[in-house]
């Protein structure tokens, strides 16, 4: 429970690095919070699975699905209806993982 909660401790610029909140910790363990199968690739089933985790019953199984699809589409470089590793992090390139995988924590 602790090691989870450490990939989500604030990036600071001055401190040490921790191996656990790094930009590629944080990046893996989301990947890895979508690959359920743990076969080291995304498929259509799981992005479904966990978006419907995300929201519950307000999205229509119909829109899941459409936005399952759309993802795929967007993010499936070499078109094989999986994402990979590298197709994950390649999509990441731009977000800001480092503050967006972070909560703070009273001292």
Not at 7 to 12: A, E, T
Not at 90 to 101: F, G, I, L, R, T
Request: no cysteine.
């Amino acid at each position: 429970f602790m090691r989870v909660l450490a990939r989500f401790i604030p990036v600071k610029k001055d401190v040490q690095k921790n191996k656990l909140n790094s930009r590629v910790e944080k990046l893996n363990f989301a990947f890895k919070m979508y690959d359920l199968d743990d076969d080291d690739m995304i498929s259509r089933e799981e992005l479904i699975n966990i978006l419907h985790m995300m929201v519950g019953d307000n999205i229509s199984d119909e829109q899941l699905a459409s936005i399952a699809d759309r993802t795929l589409q967007d993010v499936d470089l070499d078109k094989d209806a999986f994402i990979s590793r590298e197709e994950f992090l390649k999509a990441m390139e731009n977000v800001d993982v480092e503050q967006q995988m972070s909560i703070r924590f009273l001292n």
